[in-house]
T-cell receptor, first 116, second 116 residues
């Protein structure tokens, strides 16, 4: 069963507008971590923001914020004031226990295109 | 500094060649990872090293051989690869692979591998 679901294969937004990228997750664990990464066409995976399952407040990092709704098991990424450089693939990921360690499971990603 | 470096950036090899990918980090991280990423897909975990010991092997074919000479270096030795092994190979590191769900993975820029 897919543990991270990103239902938007592609999103379009105009420069300076805000955009929300959806992410839902499935886990039976009480303790887990949620991450968002950005991957430009160059290939590097850039860490954007983290939300812990016990964090009561939504995480924010500059123009990025995470809309965390634990009961709904959703962790949507909000990008405010989009810029042309935000055009990239965005992955939601969950860190969970794996064979005595903890590893990341990624969603399929959402391609964001920002137009002038 | 959250820099992970990878060399080479691009690699083209024949099916009978032997080559190596190199990854380096100087953040004092004790966990290092290899991922394989096909075009338009999320990264897939291949190996995890924790404190220089192989901790997780996600049933990767033996033509891929990882090595961790020290805590800062991670190699991936390639031998007798197939064309379907062509992909972006990403290295990542984190402070600790042990059950720390808050641990953030930082990725390198990747090596684009083409097998002819």
């Amino acid at each position: 069963a897919q543990k991270i679901t990103q239902t938007q294969p592609g999103m379009f937004v105009q420069e300076k507008e805000a955009v929300t990228l959806d992410c839902t997750y499935d886990t039976s664990d009480q303790s887990y971590g949620l991450f968002w990464y950005k991957q430009p066409s160059s290939g590097e995976m850039i860490f954007l923001i983290y939300q812990g399952s016990y964090d009561e407040q939504n995480a924010t990092e500059g123009r990025y914020s995470l809309n965390f709704q634990k009961a709904r098991k959703s962790a949507n990424l909000v990008i405010s004031a989009s810029q042309l450089g935000d055009s990239a693939m965005y992955f939601c990921a969950m860190r969970e226990p794996n064979s005595g360690y903890s590893t990341l499971t990624f969603g399929k990603g959402t391609m964001l295109l920002v137009s002038p | 500094d959250t820099e992970v470096t990878q060399t080479p950036k691009h690699l083209v090899m024949g099916m009978t060649n032997k080559k190596s990918l190199k990854c380096e980090q100087h953040m004092g991280h004790r966990a290092m990872y290899w991922y394989k990423q096909k075009a338009k897909k999320p990264p897939e975990l291949m190996f995890v090293y924790s404190y220089e010991k192989l901790s997780i092997n996600e049933s990767v074919p033996s033509r891929f051989s990882p090595e961790c000479p020290n805590s800062s270096l991670l190699n991936l030795h390639l031998h007798a690869l197939q064309p379907e092994d062509s992909a972006l190979y990403l290295c990542a590191s984190s402070l600790d692979a042990d059950l720390s769900l808050t641990d953030t993975q930082y990725f390198g820029p990747g090596t684009r591998l083409t097998v002819l």
